[in-house]
């Protein structure tokens, strides 16, 4: 009865997957994968509409460089003499959108971490700017690569019982949610 139980464990244990389970798996991750990088680089990249880019990372990546947090984007003079620059309705034709405006400045609102562990590295050593689609591709492709590792760190440590459906469903499950 002992031998049983044993070998039910292995077989459900992703160390004793077999070969072609294995390689199911991983093809279901690429799969996965692919259509995340095509998600995010088909459309092509971001517009830019007036002389206006919505590339907002590079633009913070250039601040950084520049030793600003506040972009270096100037702000229309027009808008500056606005009686109330920040009045949606009177501002529309001359703000830089998704940027905050502050004293005479434009910063952004969202986080510096994508252009402090990419694209400022990216820039550095290569002397170009990275692509926002293409981070946007390797950040989900990461996230998604993470959270399939740690499923299976979990399954592993813990001894969980993890029939071959279940993780194949797991795996489609983190990447498509």
């Known amino acids: 009865m002992r031998s049983t139980s044993v070998s039910a464990e292995k077989a459900a244990s992703p160390a004793f997957y077999s070969v072609r389970q294995r390689l199911t798996l991983v093809l279901l991750f690429a799969g996965i994968s692919a259509v995340h990088f095509l998600t995010a680089w088909l459309p092509g990249p971001a517009p830019n509409v007036e ?3 919505s590339e907002y990372y590079l633009l913070l990546t250039d601040a950084f460089l520049a030793g600003r947090t506040s972009l270096l984007v100037e702000p229309d003079p027009r808008l500056l003499a606005l009686p109330d620059p920040r009045n949606p309705a009177a501002n529309q034709p001359y703000r830089l959108h998704d940027a905050s405006l502050y004293k005479g400045k434009y910063y952004l609102y969202f986080g510096p ?19 926002t689609r293409a981070a946007v591709a390797l950040f989900s492709i990461i ?3 993470s959270s399939c590792a740690l499923l299976f760190v979990l399954i592993r440590r813990l ?10 469903a797991a795996v489609t499950s983190l990447g498509t949610s």
Not at 113 to 131: N, W
Not at 159 to 168: G, H, N, Q, T, Y
């Open 51 to 53: 002389g206006k880019t």
């Open 113 to 131: 971490v994508p252009v402090l562990v990419l694209f400022l590295p990216y820039k550095l050593l290569t002397g170009s700017h990275l692509p």
């Open 143 to 145: 996230g998604y690569a």
């Open 159 to 168: 001894k969980w019982l993890c029939p071959f459906w279940l993780a194949a």
